[in-house]
């Protein structure tokens, strides 16, 4: 399952980048509003940090001016998926996107028909959001088994994205079902890695060995 970071700080994508196991960013217009600075400067910003997918939200509600702004947003960088909430007007709007070779993220995806609409239209991306069905006490991850079941019976270029994962549980059973891609806040990814029997296990390995150089120091020395 490739890895997305779900964020638009810099400071965050730049300390995961690092750790080189980041395939792509998602941001939305909610993350970015959160960041000081100029949305298209830290999306291509983002674009030179991760060499991966990295999606860029149109803020448009009408056909036309989805794809007006999904071009823009595309002309930004190579690495710009344009982002397309699942309305009418945004399935009208991936069609021509993606007719033109423009891959799209179609979000905001909450029923397996959603999704299916999506691929038709031509969407590169399905993003079911896990954790806002979870919030309406609605199963979340059944929505993603479900996409994954109808993807396999055919042949359609569109991933699987796992959305709106909140905790390490929500990464591991989108995994142990074959999403394609999660993406995740910082916070998430930060917490697939740490594990105290790993912090204390590599303690312990270290003293032994300092232990073991003293007494071969102090051997040497008689
Ligand atoms: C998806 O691409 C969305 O940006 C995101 O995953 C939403 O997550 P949230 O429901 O935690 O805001």
């Known amino acids: 399952m490739k890895i997305f970071l779900d964020t638009a700080s810099l400071k965050e994508i730049r300390e995961a980048a690092a750790l080189g196991v980041v395939d792509g960013i998602t941001t939305n217009p909610s993350l970015l509003a959160k960041e000081s600075g100029d949305p298209e400067q830290i999306l291509v910003e983002i674009c030179n940090t991760v060499d991966g997918p990295i999606s860029a939200e149109v803020v ?14 595309a002309a930004l960088h190579k690495n710009i998926v344009v982002k397309i909430p699942c309305i009418a007007e945004g399935l009208k709007a991936t069609k021509v996107l993606s007719g033109e070779g423009k891959r799209v993220n179609m979000t905001l995806i909450f029923s397996p028909t959603q999704a299916l609409l999506a691929a038709k239209a031509g969407a590169r991306y399905v993003s079911p959001l896990v954790g806002r069905l979870d ?88």
């Not at 891609?181 to 790993?198: D, E, Q, R, W, Y």
């Open 60 to 73: 448009a509600t009408d056909a036309e001016g989805m794809v007006k702004e999904g071009r823009h947003l």
């Open 135 to 222: 919030d309406i006490a609605t199963p979340g991850m059944e929505l993603v088994a479900d996409i994954i079941e109808i993807f396999d019976h055919y042949d359609w270029e569109c991933e699987v994205l796992a959305a709106s994962l909140r905790h390490p549980m929500h990464v591991l059973e989108a995994a142990k079902m074959g999403a394609d891609i999660g993406t995740m806040p910082a916070s998430v990814f930060a917490a697939l890695l740490k594990h105290p029997l790993t912090d204390s296990g590599l303690r312990r390995f270290l003293e032994d060995w300092e232990k073991a150089k003293a007494l071969l120091a102090a051997k040497a020395g008689r």
